[in-house]
């Protein structure tokens, strides 16, 4: 049997916008080993996170140690709900933050997959939005057909630097929170997603 080969020295190769690709990692099943290299997000985050308050932001993610482009930072993890409860508890105001809504093309269909990190989540779900962002958000499965949404940076990250990925596609249209992100391309606000329409 030979394992997938998706990452190359524990970094991925090419991490592009959000969700343009999907990654089969070897299942807890396969016969290889824990230390298979195609097992790198079941294997944990980044021992390297913290969280600070940020002005204007809230509470933001960041890095103790500098990051290399293509590492897995951590995922963005809560519970998987459905369609209708994510419309229902998008309107229940502290988890319409918590909410990501993610859009797979395959096969000609498109697939959607909720994930609500408002009362179960890790640091994942305090990484700010940017319109500049240095991370993205890829979906992995392992094992399972449920997607577990897998943090990369996108870019070398400076020690100290703040985590941050693009809540939506840069061409989405936008919602009407403001956006503190400080980007030179800033748009002014945040992305709106699915459940905002
Ligand atoms: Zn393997
Ligand atoms: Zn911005």
Redesign the pocket.
Known sequence: MTCGVNYRKGLLDEVKSNNERCIFECSPLCLCSITCSNKLVQRGPSQDLYVKEVENKGWGLFTRKSVERGKFICEYAGEIIGREEAFRMFKVGKHRKYIFCLKEHCGGKVSETYIDATNFANVGRYAN???SPNCSVIPVRTGFMTPRLAIFAQCNINKDEEITYAYGPSDSRVSSLP?F?G?NA???FLPSTELDR
């Open positions: 939005h940017s319109c956006c992100c980007a800033c748009r002014g």
